[in-house]
């Protein structure tokens, strides 16, 4: 499984950015698939994720500002970032967990796309 993200750059204060996710090759059920940001100095943390019963669990910090869909026929998952703030500056990843058949569940991560927020 490969996960490729794009949609990372330089935005103002109060801009809006859109982060997409594609994903490729063999990864049968996906349990989650989703949105982690790192900041500078910090862990990597849960921003949006969307479950396999489609339910969606947004960080309290975007809550409000962010929103992230997907589109299967494309493979793909958006986040959409609006009313973006100094601290929402981090690298954002890409992450999925799927389950192939009766294996393991595996967890995935895209290379992983700079967003920074002027102020």
């Known amino acids: 499984v490969q996960l490729q993200a794009s949609g990372g750059g330089l935005v103002q204060a109060g801009g809006s950015l859109r982060l997409s996710c594609t994903a490729s090759g063999s990864f049968g059920r996906i349990n989650t698939i989703g949105w982690y940001r790192q900041g500078p100095g910090k862990q990597r943390a849960l921003v949006a994720v969307i479950r396999s019963d489609r339910s969606v669990n947004y960080a309290d910090s975007v809550k409000g500002r962010f929103t992230i869909s997907e589109d299967n026929a494309k493979n793909t998952v958006y986040l959409q970032m609006n009313s973006l703030k100094p601290e929402d500056t981090a690298v954002y990843y890409c992450?999925?967990?799927?389950?192939?058949?009766?294996?393991?569940?595996?967890?995935?991560w895209g290379q992983g796309t700079l967003v920074t927020v002027s102020s």
């Open positions: 992450n999925a967990n799927t389950r192939m058949g009766f294996s393991p569940s595996q967890n995935y």
